[in-house]
């Protein structure tokens, strides 16, 4: 399993990448910011300078139906927001 598993692509994120140059990865929950600071320019050939890593614990769930209730889980996740140096930008798009 990679270092990177996505890119975080919401309303949220894009008006962060717009002020600040920032992007957000979801990420290995076992990595660590100079293993996810080396994906990144490996894999996308830009200069990241800051990288902040966030862990989000899974948050309980339930709801009711015919049959009685149904209760679960989200899923816990690691979120990395790495800052990329003046000039570079990372195009998702391009791909497509």
């Known amino acids: 399993m990679?270092?990177?598993i996505k890119p975080i692509v919401?309303?949220?994120?894009?008006?962060?990448?717009?002020?600040?140059?920032?992007?957000g990865f979801r990420v290995s929950p076992d990595a660590?910011?100079?293993q996810i600071k080396k994906?990144?320019?490996?894999?996308?050939s830009v200069t990241v300078l800051d990288v902040n890593t966030i862990n989000?614990?899974?948050?309980?769930?339930?709801?009711?139906t015919k049959t009685g209730i149904i209760a679960g889980k989200t899923a816990s996740y690691k979120k990395a927001l790495v800052t990329l140096a003046d000039g570079?930008?990372?195009?998702f798009y391009s791909n497509i």
């Open 88 to 91: 570079e930008v990372i195009d």
């Open 56 to 64: 989000y614990s899974g948050k309980r769930k339930s709801r009711y």
């Open 32 to 34: 660590n910011k100079i």
């Open 2 to 4: 990679g270092i990177i």
């Open 10 to 23: 919401t309303e949220k994120m894009t008006v962060l990448t717009e002020k600040r140059n920032v992007y």
């Open 39 to 44: 994906a990144v320019e490996d894999l996308y």
